[in-house]
């Protein structure tokens, strides 16, 4: 007999039946969105939600935008998809536009479907580029899920999903956790870099290195002492920066690229997610003219930028720009900042927002700084959930609350979460 999916039970079944989601489910998950608008979305039963995962940290202007919707539509009745191998009228403004926001040293945007891809084309441009093979990527970063971007990806549990030993090419280089910092950060000279330049020098075949330039898992943004020693160092050694804006990008961090709070000139840098303005999806690898020279890409991608995706992800910049969307995320992520510390919860150890990329890091004891052990995280999780509150769990030791909304969430919106995570903080301590 077959079932029509009218109602929510039914819809909810058949997912767990048909829809393949091989990593572990918080309670209340996966939500089935029935609607959505600005930061807040609509499950099939009619709850509501504060979506702060904005999508997974795509719709930075908030969910069907108007403007974006409108983009859309309009190119949906013009022409849809070409491939790579051709172009189309959206494709091309939409490349001349990231070369006129990225850095200067950035020249032309090779576009594919998703931030693993970028990463993948980005590995590719960098080892043919310099003849070298290895690539160095940060302790804690994040690259994607295709195995080249794994291989350059820290987390060994997800490493291991690729069920194969990973290349001997790549290695891992420390990534600056200063809440955590061995040294102290009072004393920072950047002591966590001091084995570098030798580990660089061991490894002369080194390429590039990758890495989000602030880390979206936990949200850590690195001092400008410790980017300035890394771009010296790399430099001095011709070695090329690939800065992974995947998740920094499109104003998520207050400005339109995580480089620019750095003055980083990465040789490649590479975008995805808010990309496609949440239409399809779009991922963008830019390079500099002298690494594109020489380079062969093997051949075309089906999906080399979807002319729909790419009208919408125009709209996406437009409307950041009309509505001044990257000044009010930094304004919104310190207003996050501040509500947050104002609780003087004891279990918030930091609250680290650079623009809306972080969150709050919860720990047992605030001066031991004890992680706050994974049953009251999960139970935190699930009452944020029950309230109405979408976020993801993320971090290296997993105990940080991922708050990343849309860039237009507004102060009322930001009270609504902050007084939910009052009282389920005390209520889940109150019940340990
Ligand atoms: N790099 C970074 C920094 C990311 O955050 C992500 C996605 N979370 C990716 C790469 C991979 O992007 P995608 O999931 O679109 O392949």
Redo the contacts with the bound molecule.
């Keep these: 007999m077959t079932d029509d999916l009218t109602n929510a039970a039914s819809i909810e079944a058949a997912d767990q039946q048909y829809v393949m989601r091989p990593w572990p489910h918080p309670t209340g998950e996966p939500v089935i969105v029935a609607k959505a608008s600005g930061c807040t979305i609509t499950d099939i039963h009619g709850k509501e939600y504060l979506d702060l995962t904005a999508g997974?940290?795509v719709n930075n202007a908030g969910h069907c935008h108007p403007r974006i919707v409108e983009a859309a539509t309009k190119q949906l009745h013009q022409v849809l998809q070409v491939s790579g191998k051709h172009g189309t009228v959206a494709v091309v403004k939409l490349a001349k536009r990231l070369i006129e926001l990225g850095p200067p040293s950035l020249n032309k945007v090779f576009f594919s479907t998703?931030?693993?891809?970028?990463?993948e084309f980005a590995l590719k441009l960098a080892r043919q580029g310099t003849k070298k093979t290895d690539v160095a990527y940060l302790e804690n970063g994040?690259?994607?899920?295709?195995i080249g971007?794994l291989e350059v990806t820290a987390s060994e549990k997800y490493r291991e999903s690729a069920g194969k030993p990973m290349g001997p090419e790549n290695y891992a280089i420390p990534n600056a956790y200063c809440y955590r910092c061995k040294f102290g950060v009072e004393n920072c000279s950047t002591q966590c870099l001091d084995g570098v330049e030798a580990t660089l020098d061991a490894r002369p075949k080194t390429a590039a290195i990758i890495a989000?330039i602030i880390q979206?898992v936990g949200g850590l943004a690195p001092p400008q002492k410790w980017w300035d020693r890394v771009d010296k160092i790399r430099k001095a050694r011709g070695i090329l920066l690939i800065a992974?804006e995947?998740?920094?990008g499109l104003g998520r961090t207050g400005k339109m690229f995580a480089v620019e709070h750095y003055g980083l000139e990465p040789e490649i840098m590479?975008g995805?997610?808010g990309l496609s303005g949440g239409v399809g999806?779009l991922?963008a690898t830019i390079a500099s003219d002298a690494l594109v020279k020489n380079f062969f890409g093997g051949t075309t991608p089906t999906n080399g930028g979807n002319a729909v995706s790419a009208a919408a992800g125009l709209a996406l910049i437009e409307t950041l720009e009309a509505e001044k969307l990257v000044d009010h995320c930094a304004t919104m992520g310190r207003y996050f900042t501040e509500a947050a510390w104002a609780l003087r919860d004891p279990w918030i150890g930091d609250v680290r927002f650079t623009g809306l990329l972080g969150g709050i890091e919860l720990v047992a004891n605030r001066d031991s700084k004890e992680v706050l052990g994974k049953g009251a995280i999960a139970k935190i999780k699930d009452g944020l959930h029950a309230a109405g509150m979408l976020i993801t769990i993320s971090g290296l030791y997993g105990n940080c609350l991922r708050l990343q909304p849309p860039l237009s969430v507004t102060p009322a919106q930001i009270d609504q979460f902050i007084g939910a995570l009052r009282t389920v903080l005390n209520s889940v301590r109150s019940a340990s």
């Design positions: 997974y940290f998703g931030g693993s891809e970028a990463n994040y690259h994607g899920l295709t971007a989000e979206a992974d995947v998740q920094t590479t995805g997610k999806s991922a």
